[in-house]
């Protein structure tokens, strides 16, 4: 049995409440992944440091796009 959600363009106050604490979950995560990575790699140098904090960046943005795109792709409007 197919269910149809009405789209109407806004959150209520319950659903935003909702939604805060995965949220931050995310947010911590992927905190989390950047201070691993350079903990890991910090017995070897400044320079080392230096490359994996440019690469998180990198790694960050990548996640936040595929977020966005998995998140607009599960989102369908039933006509």
Do not use: W
Not at 14 to 30: D, G, S, W, Y
Not at 50 to 55: E, I, N, R, T
């Amino acid at each position: 049995m197919a269910t149809t959600v009405q789209l109407t363009g806004q959150f209520s106050s319950k659903a935003l409440r909702a939604f805060i604490i995965p949220l931050f979950c995310e947010q911590f995560l992927v905190m989390l992944v950047g201070i691993a990575d350079t903990l890991i790699v910090s017995y070897a140098g400044e320079v080392a440091v230096s490359g994996v904090s440019l690469v998180n960046q990198f790694n960050t943005t990548f996640i936040y796009l595929f977020s966005a795109l998995a998140s607009g792709g599960g989102c369908h409007q039933s006509i």
